[in-house]
């Protein structure tokens, strides 16, 4: 009975969440956001259920254990799950050989919660992984309804990890939500519903105006915006973790956002594209790297992000999901590079050879599924 329950109290938090949103007193929001997500917090943590926070807490820790792997307790075949979780273990240290540290989850459809290998804990920020978000975000705030601009600038955001395109989709969620700080929320909220606690939020991450490379793509782009060179936050710079990641591509894979996460999921499984902006050797990364190398055939629906060189915490990761045989599959990958790269390029880091081995290990298993 204890799941009804927790099912039924996250719909309660979630309505009272996007009444709040919908019609915002800034006191009483910023209180009602507080005590809801805590409420919820408490139910999923009372549960055991897999609820995430941007770092490690006594709960997580008891329900992964030392090894970092969750227990198994999902109606899948114990062997598939068995061997999954082998595999997954065996590409996280494949990936480690390469010079640095990963850590890695699987979520098969059905199952209700994933498998996890490494350090699952780790904070990193979500760098470009936070492209996704952000459309999802937009789309349910426009209720599916955007202009051809916004369309093109989250099919660039997402197949070209341009950040001018990611610049105006951020535009638009700020201006659908009414300012930065509802903006915020809105984006706190997409997480949350897949139960993701709020990101570790960052001392840069306010509103920033306008980079003067992004001048030409926004004036260009600018329909609907009163200024489309104002102040936009950087949704990048916030933290969460791998454990986190999993669970936004698992509500993406189990259709949590309805219209707008399968819209979403369509831009993701587009080819990958070089960037419009900045030079080649910003990124010598082949296009289909990581999960585009590990799945061909698979038409993989995935998102890289990766960044942190001038702070000296360098990491490159992607979310992806996956059809197989009929059932969704949700992944998440990280790779830290032992030595700090002088760039952001992928391309100068282990880190692509790195994911492709984690996602080529778990794809041996995973043809199981193509049978089903």
Not at 108 to 120: I, K, R
Request: glycine share 10%; aromatic share 4%; hydrophobic share 45%.
């Amino acid at each position: 009975m204890a799941e009804p329950r927790q099912r039924a109290a996250r719909r309660n938090v979630l309505s009272a969440l996007a009444r709040a949103r919908r019609e915002p007193e800034p006191a009483v929001l910023a209180l009602i956001v507080g005590v809801v997500f805590g409420v919820l917090l408490a139910v999923v943590v009372g549960n055991d259920k897999p609820s995430i926070a941007s770092g490690s807490s006594p709960a997580r820790a008891a329900h992964h254990g030392s090894s970092g792997t969750a227990r198994p307790s999902a109606p899948a075949p114990d062997h598939l799950r068995a061997r999954l979780a082998g595999a997954l273990r065996d590409g996280v240290r494949l990936a480690d050989a390469e010079g640095g540290l990963a850590e890695a989850a699987v979520w098969v459809e059905g199952w209700s919660s994933p498998l996890e290998a490494g350090e699952v804990d780790q904070p990193s920020r979500l760098w470009s992984m936070s492209k996704p978000v952000t459309a999802v975000a937009t789309l349910q705030a426009a209720r599916n309804q955007v202009s051809p601009d916004v369309r093109r600038a989250m099919e660039d955001a997402i197949t070209r990890s341009d950040n001018c395109a990611q610049r105006r989709v951020i535009l638009e969620l700020q201006r659908l939500d009414g300012g930065i700080a509802a903006a915020i929320r809105g984006f706190d909220l997409t997480l949350f519903e897949a139960g993701v606690a709020p990101p570790r939020p960052a001392p840069e991450a306010g509103g920033i105006s306008s980079e003067p490379e992004c001048t030409a793509y926004l004036e260009a782009n600018a329909a609907g915006l009163r200024d489309p060179l104002g102040p936009a936050l950087l949704l990048g710079v916030p933290e969460w973790n791998v454990d986190g990641a999993v669970h936004f591509a698992h509500a993406l894979a189990h259709r949590e956002y309805g219209q707008a996460g399968e819209e979403v999921l369509g831009l993701m499984r587009l080819p990958k594209q070089r960037s419009l902006e900045g030079v080649p050797q910003d990124m010598t990364a082949p296009l289909e790297w990581g999960a585009g190398a590990a799945f061909p055939g698979w038409q993989p629906a995935y998102k890289g992000g990766w960044g942190g060189s001038r702070q000296g915490a360098y990491v490159a990761g992607q979310i992806v999901v996956l059809t197989v045989g009929g059932t969704r599959v949700a992944l998440a990958a990280m790779f830290h590079p032992s030595t700090q790269p002088p760039s952001d390029n992928p391309g100068a880091t282990p880190a692509p050879k790195a994911l492709a081995d984690i996602f080529a290990s778990v794809r041996r298993p995973l043809r199981a599924l193509q049978s089903r």
